[in-house]
């Protein structure tokens, strides 16, 4: 998976390849779709949501630039890959997930694959963690029209946010926001995605619709 479908396409940080070579994707998925673990889709992982494509997984975490000793924050844990792979590279990862029984679902296949350096917590991210923030780094795995105004200010001097913004009824656009001083921020873009909607107070009340 990662030669063929992530190095392949562009992803050349050796960092962020050995992260994912090195988690077991096939457990983060239901038993039923192990056997397209290690191909480039999105799975379902229940609820209605779904585990990201591992190229865009590889793609938003070399946009974050993890430092070893950072302390990331995701939001949308859904299987808790993406803080698996996360949990390789930085010290520590606070991960907030909305619908309960994923967020105890990752907590357990987290567990069961000996990651022990990611807290998870059920509940609206849109919010972020005000209690263990700062961080160095947020990912946010759904999309919004806006960035959230909680998420910006629990962003340390320096640190990036990566996040999809714009309508759920076209693709939106990857967005980083780099904060370069206690009250700027730097908002640089990368392409076309298709997240599922970021629901909650500073989000969409929407239903989700198809994507990431
Ligand atoms: N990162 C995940 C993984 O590695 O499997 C995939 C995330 S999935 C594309 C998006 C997730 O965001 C869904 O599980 C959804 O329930 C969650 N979500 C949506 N709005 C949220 C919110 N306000 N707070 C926390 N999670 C939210």
């Known amino acids: 998976m990662v030669e063929q479908q992530i190095r392949s396409r562009g992803i050349e940080l050796e960092s962020v390849l050995r992260a994912m070579a090195e988690v077991p994707r096939e457990r983060f998925v239901p038993r ?3 056997s397209d673990a290690y191909e480039d889709v999105a799975l379902p992982i229940g609820g209605g949501q779904t585990i990201t494509q591992p190229y ?3 793609w ?3 946009l974050l630039r993890p430092h070893p000793h950072d302390r990331v924050l995701e939001v949308g844990t859904g299987s808790g890959y993406q803080a698996a792979v996360l949990a390789r590279l930085v010290d520590e990862v606070f991960t907030i997930e909305r619908v309960d029984e994923l967020a105890e679902r990752a907590r357990d296949t987290l567990a069961d694959v000996g990651v022990d350096n990611v807290a998870v917590r059920s509940g609206d991210g ?3 963690w ?3 923030a700062p961080f160095d780094g947020i990912l946010v795995t ?14 340390s001097v320096g640190g990036r946010l990566v996040m999809p913004l714009g ?3 076209a693709p939106q656009t990857l967005v980083r926001v780099t904060r370069t001083s206690e009250r700027r921020y730097r908002r640089e873009e990368f392409g076309q995605v298709r997240f599922v909607p970021l629901i909650g107070e500073e989000g969409a009340d929407e239903a989700p619709s198809r994507g990431d």
């Open 130 to 132: 005000a209690g263990v």
């Open 142 to 155: 759904a999309g919004a029209l806006t960035i959230p105004e909680p998420l910006l200010e629990q962003l």
């Open 56 to 58: 865009l997984v590889a």
């Open 167 to 169: 309508t759920q009824s």
């Open 126 to 128: 849109s919010l972020g």
């Open 60 to 62: 938003m975490t070399v």
């Open 32 to 34: 039923r779709y192990r």
